[in-house]
């Protein structure tokens, strides 16, 4: 078992940066893939990043201004996002799986919510 706690939204202005931290519980947290997800408001959750030993991965729309990475010894992953968009606003959510970055993504934190105004 794993669980997930994010912390770090807020509101922020466009082009500003913000960066989320997930802490996880457990013992094996190295040998788990972490995802980033978002969830819009009225819009189906979408991938953001994962990071996994040594592969990361990033949608379309994030590459270049967010940056995924992890503390092992922590239990931690950040997302620093930099150039934020109104259309970054989002609720945001760690996950972990066991099995990689493409998933299945088998543990999901509560989420913290991200605004940023225009």
């Known amino acids: 078992q794993v669980q997930l706690g994010e912390s770090g939204g807020g509101l922020v202005p466009a082009g500003g940066s913000l960066r989320l931290s997930c802490a996880a519980s457990g013992r094996t947290f190295d040998s788990y893939a972490m995802g980033w997800f978002r969830q819009a408001p009225g819009k189906e959750r979408e991938f953001v990043a994962a990071t996994w030993w040594t592969v990361t991965r990033y949608a379309d729309s994030v590459k270049g201004r967010f940056a995924i990475s992890r503390d092992n010894a922590k239990n931690t992953v950040y997302l620093q996002m930099n150039s934020l968009k109104p259309e970054d606003t989002a609720t945001y959510y760690c996950?972990?799986?066991?099995?990689?970055?493409?998933?299945?993504?088998?543990?999901w934190g509560q989420g913290t919510q991200v605004a940023v105004s225009s």
């Open positions: 996950a972990a799986s066991s099995t990689g970055p493409e998933g299945p993504y088998n543990y």
